[in-house]
């Protein structure tokens, strides 16, 4: 059973950097069978693909958030990374990692998110 977990600060400042972490157990982020995830649900709104990395690709990333959006991934602790720059309350929301298999958008393993509220 595949598991995800999300960590990292629940409160960033506005112009700063939010970074998250999500460590993976049960399966290895090395395989090149999946993409691993990160997505996010602002407050009263939908599900927002942020980006993705797979074993062998270079990280994939929604284009309205490219600009300032980086992905990585340390294969020895089993874990990839998001950063986000310049943040704005606008970025407030759940995020949650994810794995995908046969595409960008297709998850089937989740994280259970973890709160990111973007305020001085």
């Known amino acids: 059973q595949v598991q995800l977990q999300e960590s990292g600060p629940g409160l960033v400042n506005p112009s700063q950097t939010l970074s998250l972490t999500c460590t993976v157990s049960g399966g290895s982020i090395t395989t090149n069978l999946y993409y691993w995830s990160w997505i996010r649900q602002p407050p009263g709104k939908g599900l927002e693909w942020i980006g993705a990395i797979a074993s062998i690709d270079t990280p994939r990333y929604n284009p309205s958030l490219e600009s300032r959006t980086s992905i990585s991934r340390d294969m020895s602790k089993n874990q990839f990374t998001l950063q986000m720059s310049s943040v704005t309350p606008e970025d407030t929301a759940v995020y949650y990692c994810?794995?995908?298999?046969?595409?960008?958008?297709?998850?089937?393993?989740w994280g259970q998110g973890t709160q990111v509220t973007v305020s001085s």
């Open positions: 994810a794995r995908a298999g046969g595409g960008f958008y297709f998850w089937d393993y």
